[in-house]
């Protein structure tokens, strides 16, 4: 497998942080309002017994909730509800685990006959027993006859799909009062959980997504809401056999599993048998129930009948292409990682029409459709405990992938596992992973930016991955490793979910005509960490010392001794620190070789301190004082036009007083933009005739020399109607994916990740004279995973070498910086955070004015420096028109989701030795003391009367700036 190449070097090593112990009482120092990682939730407090029935809060009456019009019950009648069953069963145990975006309380309801606190503490010790050592799990006859196998039904992850909510509200009241023995039976050998509304607010908003914008059904592993977020949380805890996500609305009962492509870290084998066994069931006892009003599947056309068929929709049957399981960014697709067989539920009927009556259709579907998992589950409990030990099992061995063949038929299955789903499984469903021995995450010099790699351990282990830390240096793969790097045993229970957040994935183009929604996401190429790949799974364990980490707090340090102090940015944490301090009133001046300096007096060192405590970084002595073209950086205002990941990736990188912008709010004037300092289109900004009072401010605010950033296609177009011109063309519709992504030496994103999203990638073809090319796809091998359908001008061929990033300075001043990767996407790309940042100091501040200094004035006539841009052949024109938006969505689950200069020259330059450890290319690595000696060489260099030494970017073109 081809590994990126080490994007430059970083400096820092493990020294110990210090003096945290003097910090004064009121540190100051706050991180963001949103961190990158999403804590587990602190309300998840599993009883000790059962029944555990507190009151639950109830919240007011709220007349415009849209759950009335739809004819279901709306949020603040569900806690009395649960209360009065609590007060009149004691099957029932309801708790809250989580809040929503707007501050509603999201229930987890367990029904189950009662269990002492030892009966409790048995079956918590079972649960664990099964993750941590399945094999001696299959051993123990008692925990096989005795554990209570959990299932799980989560309804209304989207909003505006009500009727899962209503459906298990029942059919918790019928567990609660049944009298049938069985039903006791049921419960005795069972936990029953449910997620009653997973999105409290969407359903009182009458919206698919939450209150703050996302589609909580593709925050799986980003963890932008809190609401996925709890299920997240919870698939642990529960550790379900069975997962039922309830949505809405297909026109006809659709029910998983998927079509092909699927995704490669599942244990197929043991998934599909029960999945589709489950939805054959789910469609007889359906057919069966007959409801009136309920529409039914027509294989003949493809298409949906009142007549009843005998028919539901199920996408591994009926949908062989367009409904697949291959992102684990959706409920079902994640919580499968934790051993569980796992279905989303389309029901049926739609937002037209008679609402109430067609929500009273779906509930009773959904209901059957409960009943039936239930019954399912109760019925192949010992197979489903087993399946589950074996996935755990199979991890903890670190066997192979298992390919099921093509022609797999009933006579090869085990006897007792189902087999109807061979007679359809053919070659397009054959996915298998190539599981390594480990993943590490180096520490020092071998890593691009520390702080990025421990966010990334946090997220790790946030999703229950086990992490553990080298105690010595280890030579692993022919490669040295500093004692502390981290070390991912793909040896592991859950190295499924394990695999699925690290691996690169792979590049599908070929394999499938359409894909539901993204296709690549790899945290170890998005999330700003170098991550390199060990070995192959069967190799032996490396004989090396680690330890298991349950933590990964920032570390950072402030060297003693008097003078400047320097860091380089190179992950979120640090740019969340430029932007704390800067808030502090902290003078920060950044060098054109990307390093910030600050000098030290007393009281700024103790802000210092706190960000190095804070956010990790090392700020060293630099022992240099500002040199020509550097920076001083300011706080930045930033209205942004965008999407909720614009405005969460600004703020997670540290920007506040962010101000939303739209076309509307700028016609009107309610937006001023003179409190503005710099504008980010995200999604574009267009006006409409009737809203020329906004063109005429935005034209006013770019007349006045004011910069922006933008991405993609939105950001290109707004940059060519204001600033300059700029051409970009995108990716075929719906192609989404990683790229390889190569950074000159001199860019402002020097530094960066040597990867990037991209949902389309857009490219600039042809950048007119004076426009810098700050970033360009790669030539060779220029797509690592994902799906981009080949379309004339529009592929991975036509934007290979092309410009990815660039940057331009308008007639008036403006400078304007513009993406075409999707650095915010779905606030997932968390790597690409830092470029924003980059790009917005860039295009904000201005050029420090270095006082005359000691040094005898170069006496050498600087020399312009040549052109920067590698120059590429000439392109055709795009024949495309460039498209903002993504893929479509399937009709029936809409979504929101968008697709998707010179600088300044105080004094040309004479071209300075690249120094190691400042860029992006791959250099030598190089240790603390190189960095503490850059100045020394700028000033050494100037003295032997090089000129001006300007480390890293060097630019040419003058700016009226
Ligand atoms: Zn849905």
């Known amino acids: 497998m081809q590994r990126r190449i080490l994007a430059g070097t970083v400096v820092c090593g493990f020294a110990a942080t210090t003096v945290f112990a003097a910090l004064p009482a009121s540190a100051a120092m706050v991180p963001p309002s949103l961190s990158v990682v999403r804590p587990v939730s602190p309300l998840i407090d599993m009883p000790t017994s059962y029944p555990v029935q507190p009151e639950l809060k109830v919240f007011p009456d709220l007349p415009e909730d849209a759950s009335i019009a739809r004819g279901v019950r709306p949020y603040d009648q569900i806690a009395p509800f649960l209360n009065t069953l609590m007060d009149t069963s004691d099957r029932v145990s309801a708790q809250v685990v989580g809040t929503s975006a707007q501050g509603r309380d999201i229930y987890l309801v367990?029904?189950?006959?009662?269990?002492?606190?030892?009966?409790?503490?048995?079956?918590?010790?079972?649960?664990?027993?099964?993750?941590?050592?399945?094999?001696?799990?299959?051993?123990?006859?008692?925990?096989?006859?005795?554990?209570?196998?959990?299932?799980?039904?989560?309804?209304?992850?989207?909003?505006?799909?009500?009727?899962?909510?209503?459906?298990?509200?029942?059919?918790?009241?019928?567990?609660?009062?049944?009298?049938?023995?069985?039903?006791?039976?049921?419960?005795?050998?069972?936990?029953?959980?449910?997620?009653?509304?997973?999105n409290p607010d969407g359903r009182a908003l009458g919206q698919r997504g939450t209150a703050n914008g996302y589609d909580p059904n593709r925050d799986f592993i980003t963890g932008a809401t809190a609401e996925a977020s709890i299920v997240r949380d919870l698939a642990s805890v529960i550790q379900p056999t069975y997962f039922i996500d309830l949505h809405g609305y297909t026109d006809v009962l659709q029910v998983e599993p998927c079509g092909p492509p699927h995704g490669e870290n599942y244990e197929y084998d043991l998934f599909v048998p029960h999945a589709y066994a489950t939805a054959l069931e789910i469609e007889d006892a359906v057919t069966a129930a007959n409801i009136p009003g309920n529409t039914y599947y027509d294989p003949a056309t493809a298409g949906v009948t009142e007549t009843n068929t005998g028919f539901i929709n199920i996408p591994y049957r009926d949908q062989r292409s367009g409904w697949d399981d291959w992102p684990p960014i959706f409920a079902p697709q994640y919580v499968a990682y934790q051993g569980a067989i796992t279905n989303t539920v389309e029901l049926p009927l739609g937002r037209s029409g008679d609402q109430p009556a067609r929500a009273k259709v779906n509930i009773e579907v959904a209901e059957v459709v409960i009943d039936t998992v239930v019954d399912y589950v109760d019925e192949h409990s010992d197979a489903l405990l087993d399946n589950q030990i074996e996935i755990f099992r199979r991890g903890e061995a670190g066997e192979p992938s298992r390919e099921i063949p093509a022609d797999v038929a009933p006579e090869d299955l085990a006897p007792g596992v189902p087999a109807e789903w061979t007679d359809i499984w053919d070659e397009t469903d054959i996915y298998n992973a190539d599981f390594p021995r480990a993943y590490v995450i180096p520490v020092g010099p071998g890593q691009r930016s520390d702080s990025d790699a421990q966010t990334l351990v946090q997220q790790l282990l946030v999703n229950g991955i086990r992490v553990d830390r080298l105690t010595a240096p280890a030579r692993l793969d022919g490669n040295d490793y500093p004692e502390g790097s981290f070390y991912v045993d793909m040896h592991q229970p859950l190295r499924g979910l394990a695999n699925v957040l690290l691996a690169d994935g792979s590049d599908i183009s070929d394999r499938v005509p359409d894909m539901y929604d993204i296709s690549a996401w790899s945290l170890s190429l998005l999330w700003g960490a170098q991550v390199t790949r060990i070995g192959e799974t069967t190799d032996p364990a490396p004989t090396t010392a680690v330890e298991p980490v349950t933590e990964a707090p920032l570390t950072g340090f402030v060297s003693t001794g008097s003078g400047t102090l320097s860091f380089q940015p190179r992950g979120v944490a640090d740019w969340q620190a430029v932007n704390a301090l800067l808030a502090e009133g902290v003078a920060l001046t950044q060098r054109s070789n990307g390093f910030i300096e600050v000098s030290g007096d007393a009281a700024t060192r103790v802000l210092l301190e706190e960000a190095a405590a804070t956010f990790g970084v090392d700020f060293r002595l630099s022992g240099g004082s500002p040199a020509e073209g550097s920076i001083e950086l300011d706080s930045v205002r930033i209205g942004y036009v965008g999407d909720a990941g614009d405005r969460d990736a600004l703020t997670k990188v540290g920007f506040t007083g962010l101000v939303p912008v739209t076309a509307a709010t700028l016609a009107t004037g309610e937006v001023d933009l003179s409190t503005i300092d710099l504008l980010y289109v995200g999604t574009g900004l267009s006006f409409t005739p009737e809203q020329q009072a906004g063109v005429d401010r935005v034209t006013a605010f770019i007349a006045a020399g004011k910069p922006v950033v933008g991405r993609g296609a939105g950001g290109a177009a707004f940059v060519s109607a204001y600033v300059a011109p700029l051409t970009a063309v995108t990716g075929t519709r719906g192609s989404n994916g990683?790229?390889?992504?190569?950074?000159?030496?001199?860019?402002?994103?020097?530094?960066?990740?040597?990867?990037?999203?991209?949902?389309?990638?857009?490219?600039?073809?042809?950048?007119?004279?004076?426009?810098?090319?700050?970033?360009?796809?790669?030539?060779?091998?220029?797509?690592?995973?994902?799906?981009?359908?080949?379309?004339?001008?529009?592929?991975?061929?036509?934007?290979?070498?092309?410009?990815?990033?660039?940057?331009?300075?308008?007639?008036?001043?403006?400078?304007?910086?513009?993406?075409?990767?999707?650095?915010?996407?779905?606030?997932?790309?968390?790597?690409?955070?830092?470029?924003?940042?980059?790009?917005?100091?860039?295009?904000?501040?201005?050029?420090?004015?270095?006082?005359?200094?000691?040094?005898?004035?170069?006496?050498?006539?600087?020399?312009?420096?040549?052109?920067?841009e590698p120059t590429v052949a000439p392109t055709p024109e795009p024949t495309a028109v460039p498209t903002a938006e993504p893929s479509p969505e399937p009709t029936d689950e809409p979504t929101a989701e968008p697709t998707s200069a010179p600088g300044p020259t105080l004094a040309p330059t004479a071209s300075a030795t690249p120094v190691p450890g400042t860029g992006s290319g791959p250099l030598a690595q190089t240790g603390a003391a190189d960095v503490s000696s850059l100045g020394w060489l700028a000033l050494a260099a100037g003295m032997v009367g090089v000129g001006l030494v300007v480390i890293g970017r060097a630019r040419s073109k003058t700016s009226t700036r």
């Open 738 to 868: 990683i790229a390889i992504v190569d950074t000159p030496f001199e860019s402002v994103l020097q530094g960066t990740q040597g990867t990037a999203f991209g949902y389309p990638f857009a490219w600039f073809p042809n950048p007119a004279p004076g426009v810098t090319v700050e970033q360009r796809y790669a030539a060779d091998h220029t797509f690592v995973a994902g799906h981009w359908r080949s379309t004339p001008g529009q592929s991975i061929q036509d934007a290979a070498g092309q410009a990815s990033a660039v940057s331009l300075t308008g007639p008036s001043g403006t400078r304007a910086f513009v993406f075409g990767t999707s650095p915010t996407f779905r606030a997932h790309p968390v790597g690409a955070f830092s470029d924003i940042a980059r790009a917005v100091f860039w295009a904000a501040d201005e050029p420090v004015v270095v006082e005359p200094t000691p040094t005898p004035t170069p006496t050498v006539a600087p020399t312009p420096e040549p052109t920067p």
């Open 110 to 198: 367990t029904v189950t006959t009662p269990e002492t606190t030892r009966q409790t503490a048995q079956q918590s010790d079972w649960r664990d027993l099964v993750k941590a050592d399945p094999t001696a799990a299959a051993a123990d006859a008692t925990l096989q006859s005795e554990y209570k196998v959990p299932m799980w039904f989560n309804g209304n992850i989207h909003g505006n799909e009500w009727e899962g909510t209503d459906a298990t509200l029942n059919y918790i009241e019928d567990l609660a009062t049944s009298s049938d023995p069985a039903t006791t039976e049921m419960l005795d050998d069972h936990r029953v959980y449910f997620t009653v509304t997973n």
